[in-house]
């Protein structure tokens, strides 16, 4: 077990940077078109206020321990940014997926922590993506800097890319449905590949209450 907890803590502490840091009240600094991109990611699905999803996430471990957790939840989102999964049961040694999710946040809680620029553009699966880089205003000594792929026609997040100073990345592919009148997150495929860590991360979404009461900040 203590094997275990050595080659887990890397991945604890990693996962657990961005969201350990307080958000400053400063001004985000964008390009206008960054900001722009921003706007428009935050205005997919605009009558959506809120929501709430069970999702189902398969972890495998690719290296030692050899660990295969199998974690429930439920997914909430409330308009303008905020966005969290909260997992019924979490083991210790598997705490640092928990932020995985989390991280992957909305565009207007990125206003708050991040220095978001336009890096470029990109292809992936054949589809012209906008590339955004955002970097802490709080300077990280783990994380340098993570890249947002933002599809260029319908301005939904595909996929984000988190790169550590140790030379590690983590990477986040999503999935959408149609539901009703919205556009809707359907499944997740997570890479962790850091020092000491590599394992793969599988997400599922059930069907979406939407625009429901939820008291967030406290229990939802």
Known sequence: MVAQSIKLISLVAAL??????????????????????????????????SYRTRVHVDIRMLNFPFLAPKLDGTSYYKRPDTYVVVFDRMPGYARGFQRLFDDVGSPRAWEKTENISLAGTAVIGGRPMIVLR??????????????AYVDAASYALMRMEWYYTSGG?????????????????????????????RAVADATYGAYETNVPLRLGTTP
Do not use: F
């Open 16 to 49: 657990s940077v961005m969201g350990a840091m307080p958000a400053p009240s400063l001004v985000s600094v964008m390009s206008p078109d960054a900001a722009a991109v921003v706007d428009r990611m935050a205005d997919r699905n605009p009558t959506l206020q």
């Open 134 to 147: 955002l970097t802490k205003k709080i300077h990280s000594d783990i994380l340098d800097h993570t890249l």
């Open 169 to 197: 990345k983590i990477s986040m592919a999503q999935q959408y449905r149609s539901e009703g009148a919205y556009s809707v997150l359907s499944q997740q495929h997570g890479v962790i590949d850091i020092p000491h860590v």
